[in-house]
């Protein structure tokens, strides 16, 4: 079993900044690519960053140049470094993880319960 949990969500000024942590834990044997997707209630969800296995990254045109993914393969987290933040930035924020539970190439897609973000002007 795998738990993904995100945390690091909060209210802030517009212009300021957050930084989100996404946690696995369990049956882990490597984790692969981890996106940070968000969720503004009444619309789909969006993807915002991606980094993967390697730490390549890429971002939402929306977040290009104000967020920053990374990633700490020894504590298994991912962090988002969020700056210059804008009120159009809030909403749920959810962490996605493919993980492989053994040698084998299948990768299993978890999600997080989601942190809010809240950006006020």
């Known amino acids: 079993q795998v738990h993904v949990v995100e945390s690091g969500g909060d209210l802030v000024q517009a212009g300021g900044s957050l930084t989100l942590s996404c946690v696995a834990s369990g049956s882990i044997f490597s984790i692969n690519a981890v996106n940070w997707h968000r969720q503004i209630p009444g619309k789909q969800r969006e993807l915002v960053a991606t980094?993967?296995?390697?730490?390549?990254?890429n971002y939402a045109d929306s977040v290009k140049g104000r967020f920053t993914i990374s990633r700490d393969n020894f504590k298994n987290t991912v962090y988002l470094q969020m700056n210059s933040l804008k009120p159009e930035d809030t909403a749920v924020y959810y962490c996605?993880?493919?993980?492989?539970?053994?040698?084998?190439?299948?990768?299993?897609?978890?999600w997080g319960q989601g942190t809010q973000v809240t950006v006020s002007s």
């Open positions: 996605n993880a493919l993980i492989a539970h053994g040698s084998s190439s299948y990768l299993y897609s978890y």
């Open positions: 980094i993967t296995s390697g730490g390549r990254t």
